[in-house]
């Protein structure tokens, strides 16, 4: 009974529904903003031009992407979010789901060989995916090894993405969850790709983990 609890995706129409609102105001603010979008990837390029990246960005920072990544794509690229397979997973999927982007259910704590998998397949199929290392429950700012791995056994590079506010409000949560007010500036940078080679040791993979972890705090403006 408990592996079966443990593999459960979880979500209900109340999960549903404050998440489908959410994305609405996430794309109303968005609206409001002054944002410029850098795009070091080549992102805005069409799907064939490019092969699908592994999106690496803080959890804290995932508010204005979605809509950043709206205004370079513009539906030539599919992208799916991973979220936890918790009830404010589902939430997370349902306001993606309001901007045009998929999801996959899992963690490192539930479903993670399962989200793994569709992961995989996510970007075999030829969509980008999106991940927050350091989430669902932090430590914040430190980099879970996942990524690195899909991104090595796959070929996929990582493509980090550096979010900078000009004011915002930042809420009492593990992560210190960012939110943009009305009228400000953002800044979102689709850096320059990373590629992993194949069958790294623990030692060369450490390092590169390590690497990619600094380069992202370096480009946190309240790391």
Known sequence: MSSKKG?????????????????????LLAMTLRLEVRDDWGSSAPAKDLPPAIYTLWHSRFFIVPAAWGKISRGRRKVVALTSASHDGDMVAHAMAVFGLGAVRGSSSRRGVAALVALKKAL??????????????????????????????????????????????????????????????????????????????????????????????????DA
């Open 124 to 221: 075999k199929e030829g969509s980008d995916i999106c991940v927050t290392p350091d989430g669902p429950r932090g430590p914040r700012y430190a980099m879970q090894p996942g990524g690195i791995k899909l991104a090595e056994s796959t070929g996929a590079p990582i493509v980090p993405v550096h979010v900078l506010f000009s004011s915002a409000w930042r809420l009492k949560t593990w992560d210190r969850f960012v939110i943009p007010k009305p009228f400000s500036r953002v800044v979102v940078t689709f850096a320059a790709p990373i590629f992993l080679p194949r069958g790294m040791d623990a030692e060369a993979f450490e390092k590169r983990r390590l690497e990619i972890e600094n380069l992202m705090i370096q480009s946190t403006d």
């Open 7 to 27: 593999s459960e995706v979880r979500g209900n129409r109340k999960s549903a529904l404050i998440g489908t609102s959410a994305g609405w105001l996430m794309k």
